[in-house]
């Protein structure tokens, strides 16, 4: 029988934490395509992605969810663009506090809507923030109509909070029946 | 105790977060205030935008007060579209103080007006709370405003109150049979907002997913989360206060097949087959977390 992969793509800038993510949620089923970081000046982390990060989930004995974490660099887009593609589920990470995340935000949103098979977003605030910061984030987010997406907060290295994100996607998906 | 009965529904979503926290430390103020031994009756607020104004200026009660959030000039356009309807008004950057100071001043004005006058053209939407109960937080807020034996879907104006009942009473009533929203009636929300004291879980966060993912019946939302239904309710309520939820009646029955037709199965009853079939990928998902969190010293 054939079973499709399940694959879910986290999104967002360049050190928001998307590798973190993944690890957090895959743990020693994760594969990182770090290298040294040349562009200190849009980063000072020391490593980024190049490719792919990729961690599994076994949901079961047939069936593994896949996670790509794709490079946040914007010259990376056609990588961004060919995950989505594959992809039923996207986690958009941001930094609420950055002056360019309502647009990127947006952004990111707009692509995982041109991708076929998206059926669920979310927008994952990773760096503190306050209630009322986050609920003026969504608010103001939410009127572009094609960003009415859940808003959460969670620190990416926490594999608890990245679990209730991974809950929030289930909790949006139809459930379908699939004949044997 | 002074009164002040808000209506706030017609805020466009943009400017109720802020109204919502700004209004709870600016009530407090203009409360503290108050001459103790002076009894002052009622003051009916609307608080409205440009946006919502041609709406709100045609339904709010006679004897009410406006309070209009805009930028100046549209608050001219709007005096100049109706003269003497708005009693004040702020810019959408508005203080605490400023607010507490157009309490005050709306304290004053309204001297001499009686609130059951004003609560007799009490709207469907219009949320509804006295200042001096204590809130913990916006959530707290909009839930005291909502009530909760407001029909679920309603066009039309609500039934005059029972002239006797106190404002001060005016708060939600725990769910209970008889305010079940219709069978069948599907919800879905507009927009993420952040829930927050005893809603903030993560059980609440999942039945605002399943809602801004689609329109959900009561069944659907309970199957979705591990709430119970009367919290399910209560969630519901405070989203209908925020302005966020949309709920769908469910089409008419024809009655000439009802009549014919024995009852159907419940709209969750499993298929013949069901049990054997493949289950979806919010099921698999939903039980690998489970049985990850199970096994997770974290």
């Known amino acids: 029988m054939h079973h499709p992969i399940k694959r879910i793509v986290l999104l967002g800038p360049m050190g928001i934490g998307k590798t973190t993510a993944i690890r957090s949620l895959c743990g020693s089923l994760a594969i990182e395509c770090d290298v040294p970081n040349l562009d200190k000046q849009a980063h000072a982390k020391e490593t980024t992605t190049v490719g792919l990060d990729f961690g599994e989930i076994k949901l079961d004995d047939e069936d593994t969810l896949q996670v790509y974490g794709c490079p946040g660099q914007e010259r990376y887009d056609f990588v961004r663009e060919w995950a989505l593609s594959l992809a039923f589920g996207a986690i958009v990470m941001v930094d609420i506090h950055d ?15 041109a991708a076929p098979n998206i059926q669920a977003i979310v927008v994952l605030i990773a760096r503190p923030a306050s209630a009322a910061q986050q609920e003026m984030f969504t608010v103001r987010l939410s009127a572009h109509a094609e960003c009415v997406v859940p808003v959460l907060s969670a620190d990416p290295r926490n594999p608890s909070q990245m679990l209730d994100t991974l809950d929030i996607i289930a909790a949006m998906l139809p459930d379908e029946v699939q004949p044997r | 105790m002074s009164e002040l009965i808000l209506h706030a529904a017609h805020l466009s979503e943009a400017h109720q977060l802020r109204f919502s926290y700004l209004f709870e430390v600016a009530a407090k103020h203009w409360r503290d205030k108050q001459p103790s031994q002076t009894a002052k009756p009622a003051t009916e607020l609307w608080v409205i935008d440009a946006h919502s104004a041609p709406d709100a200026i045609q339904n709010r009660s006679h004897g009410s007060f406006v309070l209009l959030i805009a930028t100046d000039d549209q608050a001219q356009a709007a005096r100049a579209q109706w003269p003497d309807q708005i009693d004040a ?81 005016a708060t939600a009533v725990p769910a209970a049979p008889g305010n079940l929203p219709a069978a069948g009636t599907r919800f879905r929300i507009k927009r993420w907002t952040q829930l927050t004291g005893s809603m903030a879980g993560q059980a609440h966060r999942q039945l605002l997913a399943a809602m801004i993912s689609g329109d959900r019946d009561l069944d659907e939302l309970a199957d979705r989360t591990q709430l119970e239904r009367a919290e ?51 099921r698999q998902l939903s039980r690998w977390i489970h049985q990850n969190r199970a096994s997770d010293p974290h």
């Open chain 1, 99 to 113: 002056p360019q995340a309502m647009e990127q935000t947006i952004n990111l949103i707009q692509q995982c809507h």
């Open chain 2, 89 to 169: 008004q702020l810019p959408p950057d508005y203080s605490v103080g400023r607010l507490t100071q157009v309490l005050e001043h709306l304290s004053v004005q309204a001297h001499g007006k009686r609130l059951r006058e004003t609560l007799k053209n009490r709207r469907q939407h219009s949320m509804t709370l006295g200042h001096d109960v204590q809130l913990k937080n916006a959530d707290a807020a909009f839930l005291k405003a909502t009530d909760l034996s407001l029909p679920t879907v309603v066009a039309e104006p609500l039934p005059e109150p029972a002239a006797d009942v106190p404002v001060a009473n």
């Open chain 2, 232 to 282: 399910i309710l209560r969630v519901l309520q405070v989203l209908r206060g925020k302005g966020v939820l949309v709920e769908t009646a469910p089409p008419p029955a024809t009655p000439a097949v009802a009549l014919a037709t024995p009852a159907p199965p419940a709209a969750h009853a499993a298929e013949p087959g069901a049990a054997s079939a493949k289950l979806g990928l919010f």
